[in-house]
């Protein structure tokens, strides 16, 4: 990747939907230059995906819980039925296998107090493998972010 390359993300990091020849006037490239490049990081899966962020609070789960979840085992079942199982729930934002105290950390869009309990009594307690949690309610986001800036 050259400086170039690097130009092209971070254009695309802040404005995924810009048009090729935007992106391309704004790098000093012309159109087939820029779009091989794009093609090409994406091939290599320096670019993985596109994706529409949707507001949370539009859709009816205006807060953010932060879950930390103990197992009572440490084994490759119980990790995989617990990564299939949170696959399957729209709520959950992000989910991270952890080091430390510990095992997982998620990132969940709730909607209030209500909200996050139906979230844990019904769906997360309900899995099997869970030893403890330790949770928090998000009081406000001052930085998101879903990748990381080129540097």
């Given at each position: 990747?050259?400086?170039?390359?690097?130009?092209?993300?971070?254009?695309?990091?802040?404005?995924?939907?810009?048009?090729?020849?935007?992106?391309?006037?704004?790098?000093?490239?012309?159109?087939?230059?820029?779009?091989?490049?794009?093609?090409?990081?994406?091939?290599?899966?320096?670019?993985?995906?596109?994706?529409?962020?949707?507001?949370?609070?539009?859709?009816?789960?205006?807060?953010?819980?932060?879950?930390?979840?103990?197992?009572?085992?440490?084994?490759?079942?119980?990790?995989?039925?617990?990564?299939?199982?949170?696959?399957?729930?729209?709520?959950?934002?992000?989910?991270?296998?952890l080091t430390g105290e510990y095992d997982c950390f998620m990132k969940v869009a709730v909607s209030g107090a209500t909200g996050y309990e139906d979230f844990?009594?019904?769906?997360?307690?309900?899995?099997?493998?869970?030893?403890?949690?330790?949770?928090?309610?998000?009081?406000?986001?001052?930085?998101?972010?879903?990748?990381?800036?080129?540097?």
């Open positions: 990747m050259d400086s170039t390359d690097r130009k092209i993300l971070a254009i695309l990091h802040s404005n995924a939907r810009i048009t090729n020849p935007e992106l391309a006037e704004s790098v000093g490239l012309s159109t087939s230059p820029c779009w091989s490049r794009i093609r090409r990081m994406e091939k290599e899966q320096v670019i993985q995906k596109y994706v529409t962020i949707i507001n949370q609070e539009k859709i009816g789960l205006p807060d953010t819980a932060i879950i930390e979840i103990m197992f009572e085992r440490h084994d490759a079942s119980v990790f995989s039925d617990f990564k299939d199982t949170i696959a399957n729930m729209p709520e959950v934002i992000e989910a991270y296998m844990l009594v019904n769906k997360l307690y309900k899995i099997r493998g869970i030893k403890n949690t330790r949770s928090s309610l998000a009081l406000s986001c001052f930085k998101q972010a879903y990748s990381p800036a080129p540097l």
